[in-house]
């Protein structure tokens, strides 16, 4: 009983020993004397350490409080310097007033013309930013902006220097577009390179070099067109270029002063051989079998040229010759002048039935072709269009540039078709024609010659 009653004294001794010092915590009590002294050294350096903190506590409450009375002096004095600069400002405000007053008094009509100028100086500006003149004259748009802003300001006024300035670079501007002059410049080439060349400006319009139409970047450089435009323009640049005097012939970009726009569309515009790339297989195929049609009219026109001659010589000769359709004709009649009138006909009959195969021979393949060839061309277009949807699926509809590329690109292959179609089927008239012939003079001499063997019986 008497264990029991230490253990639960032990247990309860320990709970309240949590914040015991740490000399305390690192020896072991052995009975419960020891237990006890412990527990009072304890309570002693408790009580030491609150009553530090309590007088810490204090000190720092005394000092908040003079803290806080520095602050309500800071505050008020802050507060009144606040309140004099208000007046301050309201003074000032209305000697602002009074000398902005003044001073359009002073400048009177002198406001509306820097107005003016403020505008055209504007537009003047905006007019180099594309000009063409500027890529002989650079720099012009720094003076332009440095007046405007003086122009702007309040406090700065133009000189009549600066004013005389922008009447010359007006002047400038409009008599320099009306010429035609070279200089040497930097110019950029396709492949990134800088070469010094001479060029040639044709007014506000297009500058060339080297035969080579050139455009100004955005840094006003002149560089060189990726995409030149076909047939005799660059012969004409390089005649004018060469010139010294005179007229010389000239491809002008009339929207040159705007961007040049009609010269970019121009050159943007695909040629035949790229547009003919753009049918892809199915227009290869249409090409292929195109080029067949023609070689396969043009041998059958020389055949026949060939056998109508021949024909043509028989019907001049009284002796038949196998060398032609009509001559073997002509022979089975002189082998069988002895047989009645129905066999000397069917003889006949089958003599021209046995030429007909050869003198046909390719009409039924081009009138095939003629057929064919519409059919490829609506295939390919409706690839096309399939193709061009599923992008449109994937990438949206909002370029119709894009859009209408594609669906043009489509449509490739309908007119490579109808050019192959229409040629053929003209090529197809003129052969059956040619083989007609032959076969009307075959039939004629055929029936001729049975209505004679019938008058002799």
């Known amino acids: 009983m008497k264990t029991s009653i230490a253990k639960r004294v032990l247990a309860v001794a320990a709970a309240g020993l949590i914040s015991v010092s740490a000399v305390a915590q690192d020896e072991k009590a052995t009975s419960l004397d020891q237990l006890l002294k412990m527990v009072q050294q304890s309570k002693i350096s408790e009580s030491a350490e609150h009553k530090k903190r309590e007088a810490e506590f204090r000190r720092q409450k005394s000092n908040q409080a003079s803290l806080l009375s520095q602050a309500e002096n800071t505050r008020a004095s802050e507060e009144a310097r606040s309140a004099a600069l208000e007046e301050k400002y309201e003074a000032q405000e209305l000697l602002v007033q009074q000398k902005r007053q003044q001073l359009d008094e002073r400048m009177g009509s002198l406001n509306e013309l820097f107005g003016h100028m403020t505008s055209t100086a504007g537009d003047l500006r905006a007019n180099l930013d594309t000009s063409l003149v500027s890529a002989q004259y ?12 003086k122009m702007n300001s309040q406090t700065k006024l133009p000189t009549i220097q600066e004013i005389e300035r922008l009447w010359y670079e007006l002047q400038r501007e409009t008599v320099e577009s009306g010429k035609v002059v070279k200089f040497n410049s930097t110019v950029i080439l396709p492949d990134g390179e800088q070469a010094e060349q001479e060029v040639v400006r044709v007014g506000n319009f297009n500058i060339v070099s080297n035969g080579k139409y050139l455009e100004m970047n955005d840094n006003h450089k002149m560089a060189e067109l990726i995409r030149q435009p076909s047939g005799k323009y660059q012969g004409m640049a390089s005649d004018l270029q060469a010139a010294t005097s005179g007229f010389t012939a000239f491809g002008v970009d009339p929207t040159g002063p705007t961007g040049g726009s ?7 515009s695909p040629s035949i051989v790229e547009r003919w790339h753009q049918g892809k297989i199915v227009g290869y195929i249409i090409t292929a079998v195109g080029v067949f049609a023609v070689l396969l009219a043009i041998w059958r026109l ?14 001049r000769s009284s002796t038949p010759n196998t060398n032609n359709p009509l001559g073997r004709v002509l022979s089975v009649a002189e082998e069988n002048k002895g047989v009645d009138g129905e066999t000397l006909e069917l003889k006949m009959e089958e003599a021209v039935l046995k030429e007909r195969p050869a003198i046909e021979s390719g009409l039924n393949l081009l009138k095939i072709i003629a057929m064919v060839a519409p059919l490829l061309g609506l295939l390919g277009t409706v690839t096309g269009m399939i193709i061009t949807f599923q992008a449109i699926t994937i990438f949206g509809a909002g ?11 489509a449509l490739v292959t309908t007119v490579l078709g109808l050019c192959v179609a229409i040629p053929t089927v003209l090529l197809h008239t003129v052969v059956n024609g040619r083989a007609k012939r032959i076969l009307h003079i075959l039939d004629e001499q055929s029936a001729g010659i049975v209505a004679e063997n019938a008058e002799r019986k």
Not at 302 to 311: E, F, M, P
């Open 399 to 409: 370029d119709p540039k894009a859009m209408a590329g594609g669906i043009s690109s």
């Open 138 to 149: 650079p720099g012009r748009g720094e003076f332009l902006d440095k007046l405007i802003e």
């Open 262 to 268: 009609y010269l970019k569309a121009m050159i943007a």
């Open 302 to 315: 020389i055949v026949l040229s060939g056998v109508n001659a021949k024909v043509n010589s028989q019907l």
